[in-house]
T-cell receptor, first 114, second 115 residues
């Protein structure tokens, strides 16, 4: 079945550091890929998405590129802020354009220190 | 738009009691999902509905769990009887079918503690 693998956390960085959170997936077909963010005590929020190979999703300074050849969707940000501290989830969705449930990675807890 | 609404936000109960979690999806959305989040297993899809009809309940862990969607604006997830290992955060999400992707909007979750 489909699966998503993320790097284990917590990841601790200093403010203004460069961020990479690795994500690889296994799926049949061509799924849509997502990064969701969860702030303490809240539900998940969509951060960015990509629906086909070579698409780049971006939002709030975060970027991720859909790499079909390496089955990866790594999250990057050039300069992190304390407010970016949260748990980040990589997820994949149905490749048929439908609306099946998402398959999530285990999540990566990011801690940004001032 | 109010977003996905879940109630209660926190529930503490004793083993053996019945627990009912509630969800109101975003108006106009035709898909509704129930997820469970634990430290050990992460986020797991339990069940989802399309136009109020259950489509896939393969993630429901046991017969103690049941979910209903009597109309387009309301769904419940019931656990009877509850057990300590059911302690988790339960999320409801909704989405509108789109031909290009399937963004889901999550509620704030219900934190369930079974003593």
């Amino acid at each position: 079945g489909d699966s998503v693998t993320q790097m284990e956390g917590p990841v601790t960085l200093s403010e203004e550091a460069f961020l990479t959170i690795n994500c690889t997936y296994t799926a049949t077909g061509y799924p849509s890929l997502f990064w969701y963010v969860q702030y303490p005590g809240e539900g998940l929020q969509l951060l960015l998405k990509a629906t086909k190979a070579d698409d780049k999703g971006s939002n709030k300074g975060f970027e991720a590129t859909y790499r079909k050849e390496t089955t990866s969707f790594h999250l990057e940000k050039g300069s992190v802020q304390v407010s970016d501290s949260a748990v980040y989830f990589c997820a994949l969705g149905d490749s048929g354009g439908g609306a099946d449930g998402l398959t999530f990675g285990k999540g990566t807890h990011l801690i940004i220190q001032p | 738009d109010a977003g996905v609404i879940q109630s209660p936000r926190h529930e503490v109960t004793e083993m053996g009691q019945e627990v009912t979690l509630r969800c109101k999806p975003i108006s106009g959305h035709d898909y509704l999902f129930w997820y469970r989040q634990t430290m050990m297993r992460g986020l797991e899809l339990l069940i989802y509905f399309n136009n109020n009809v259950p489509i896939d309940d393969s993630g429901m862990p046991e017969d103690r769990f049941s979910a209903k969607m009597p109309n387009a604006s309301f769904s419940t997830l019931k656990i009877q009887p509850s057990e300590p290992r059911d302690s988790a955060v339960y999320f409801c999400a909704s989405s509108l079918r789109d031909s290009s992707y399937n963004e889901q909007f999550f509620g704030p979750g219900t934190r369930l503690t079974v003593l």
